[in-house]
Every structure is written in C-alpha cells, then in structure tokens.
Nanobody, 116 residues
Framework: QVKLSESGGGLVQPGESLTLSCAAS????????LRWYRQVPGKARELVAF????????AYGDLVKGRFTIFRDNGKKTVYLEMKNAKPEDTAVYYC?????????WGQGAEVTVSS
C-alpha cells in the first residue's frame, strides 16, 4: 500500500525558512521521481518542485525558483522541500506526489502559513 505523509508545516514569518518532509512507504522509492505541489483554496494545485530518482535532475516552478530546494534521502525514503525567504504568497497546503504503477498517489498535505 502506497503511503505518503507530509510533515513540518506551520506558521512562519515572511523571510524565514521552513523545511517540509514527506515520508514514503509501499513502493520502490529510489526508482521514481517525486514532486511537491501546493494548493490555495479555490485554486488548482500548482507544481512547486520536481526531483528525479537519483537526485541528478531537479526543476522548480517560476514562483519559487531560487528560494525553494527539493532534495531526497533514498535511504530514509523521504523527500524534502526547503523553503527560504518565505513570502505571504507561499501560504498554501503542500502535497507530495508519486506515480507508481500508473496510479497517482498524494499525501494528506502540510499547511504552511506565511504571515507576520
């Protein structure tokens, strides 16, 4: 059974940093790419970051490029999203996502609020 579990969300002030984690189980973690998305109520989920299976390839959405870093620990079966210089517009629920055997799996989400 594929399971993704995000953690690390919370309230941060503008300009601060926060790192989200997504612990995975139930599939061959080290063989698949992973993605972080975020969603604001009333809007579609937005792709934030991508990382290839061996971490050699990463990509970021334009709104977070240069501020966010995605990385993974295949031994711990965990993918991370480091957020630096947080902005109020980063406020959202953040989800990790994997495609395994042609099915899409999402975690339950981690809420991040950027506010002073």
């Amino acid at each position: 059974q594929v399971k993704l579990s995000e953690s690390g969300g919370g309230l941060v002030q503008p300009g601060e940093s926060l790192t989200l984690s997504c612990a995975a189980s139930g599939f061959a973690f080290s063989t698949v790419p992973l993605r972080w998305y975020r969603q604001v109520p009333g809007k579609a989920r937005e792709l934030v970051a991508f990382i290839g299976s061996d971490s050699t390839e990463t990509a970021y959405g334009d709104l977070v490029k240069g501020r966010f870093t995605i990385f993974r620990d295949n031994g711990k079966k965990t993918v991370y999203l480091e957020m630096k210089n947080a902005k109020p517009e980063d406020t959202a629920v953040y989800y990790c996502r994997v495609i395994w055997l042609d099915s899409v799996y999402w975690g339950q989400g981690a809420e991040v609020t950027v506010s002073s």
